[in-house]
């Protein structure tokens, strides 16, 4: 873990080329792009230039409301995120109302859409319908930094000494290259390519460790049996950082998340499209079909009945698949994604969970309060049950069973990926991020989409996101 935890910070050097140009997944073309006043910014400054006094105690007698994602986390340890918000009112006074649901947008969304917004809200992005995203883009994201000077509510220490270097520093929780924090790091996740490591051992297969090794693998399977399926396409963005690094490395890696001029033109990007388009060739069929938020159980299903070997997802994995039938003798795998050549190096994408604030929560003092408290002992511990792991210092060191093998990727050699697709203003015609890179996978699978075009329209797209990039 140690070993991860400064590849991790290692990683975070590399990208400071793509901190310098503003990263975030942040693709969702809705709205203006100016930032709602909050009570910490100054009418002619669109920032929050006091960072370094955090916010007042907010009184006891306030109720501020949390929504938060209904995950496999929480499907592991139900109750999860009441624990925890139980466990903050008996440390402030403060009472919350919590939203829980697998499908927060749809819960959440038509209330703000009335101007109605939750205090806090736990929401990542790469979700199907991109609120976050649209958060982002419209900048109606509350400036957090001051939180990280605040003392952890029922503690002594400050929140920045509870979290591990680098991890508010990232493309991901400061989308806006400000030097501000926007988004809190929540859970982080190892990602890469899930399988049923009992089907291994049962017919003595060796998990490829290239990419040759990978097709020569999908060629010797019975007819019904797949090498490969997804989730939904959403799950392609772990997917193709990790792939987009262990082909190009770090240069190539920072300058194809700011859209570098010609950059899918280099061989690398070229390798990259011919993997992910042979792959989609040796792809259970039924997946598209299947890829969105309502059925995508039933392609990891697909895993667990042995009807395709590998998928691309997190650990949460185990907790959301807990009770969902399976072959005899299924056991979780976890494998880094190829290296491009015999002798090189595999990669895992550091996937990141965000905690973040409406600009217009209506209790702004006491949803830095909870959001602080996130990262205290007890929070952690109960977010712990539920496999549910921060970036706060030790929090590893007791991991056993299929946790201790998923967050030892990066000791077992494998290269850590961090940061996402840089943000750019919304442009009418303009797609998301996942709309142009990764949503056309389905296509590629189900053979509505040729590469070529796929190609094609990522040039077009990136040329009109590199114009637009946020400063």
Known sequence: MKKFLSMILASVMVLSL?????????????????????DNQTPDNNTNTNTNTPAEPAAEDVTIQVAALASGYEEAYPGMWQEVCDAFTAATGIKVE?????????????????????DVIHLATGREKGLTEQFIKDRNIADITDVLSMTVPGESVKVSDKIVGGFTDT?????????????????????????????????????????DEMWALADSLPEDMYLFTYPTTG??????????????????????????????DTPEAQECFEIIAKLASYTNPVTPAQANDQDFTQNQQLVLDNKALFMPN???????????????????????????????????????????????????????????????????????????????????????????????????????????FAAYEAVAGLGTVREVFLDPVNGLVNGSLTKDQWIADVKTASDQMRENIME
């Open 18 to 38: 793509l901190a310098g140009c503003g990263g975030g997944n942040s693709n969702q073309p809705t709205g203006g792009d100016q930032p709602q006043q909050t």
């Open 98 to 118: 919590l939203i829980c649901d697998k499908m927060l947008e749809d819960v959440i969304g038509p209330s703000m859409q009335g101007g109605d917004f939750p």
């Open 171 to 211: 493309s991901v929780t400061n989308p806006y290259n400000d030097g501000h924090t926007y988004l809190a790091p929540m859970f982080y996740s190892p990602c890469g390519l899930f399988y049923n490591a009992g089907l291994f051992e049962q017919n003595g297969w060796t998990v490829p460790t290239t990419w």
């Open 235 to 264: 799950y392609f963005d772990a997917f193709l950082y990790a792939l987009m690094y262990s082909v190009g490395g770090p240069e190539f890696y920072n300058n194809a998340l700011v859209y570098g001029e010609g950059v899918w």
């Open 314 to 420: 997190g650990t949460w994995i185990v907790g959301e698949m807990e009770d969902a039938p399976r072959a005899d003798g299924f056991a979780w795998g976890m494998t880094a994604l190829p290296a491009a050549k015999s002798g090189g190096s595999g990669a895992s994408y550091c996937w990141l969970e965000q905690a973040w604030i409406p600009a217009e929560a209506p209790h702004l003092d006491a949803a830095k309060q909870f959001v602080a408290f996130l990262y205290s002992d007890e929070a952690c511990a109960i977010f712990a049950k539920g496999g549910a792991i921060q970036p706060v210092p030790g929090l590893t060191d007791n991991l056993d069973g299929d946790n201790k093998m998923f967050y030892s990727i990066y000791d077992n050699g494998a290269d850590a990926a961090m940061g996402n």
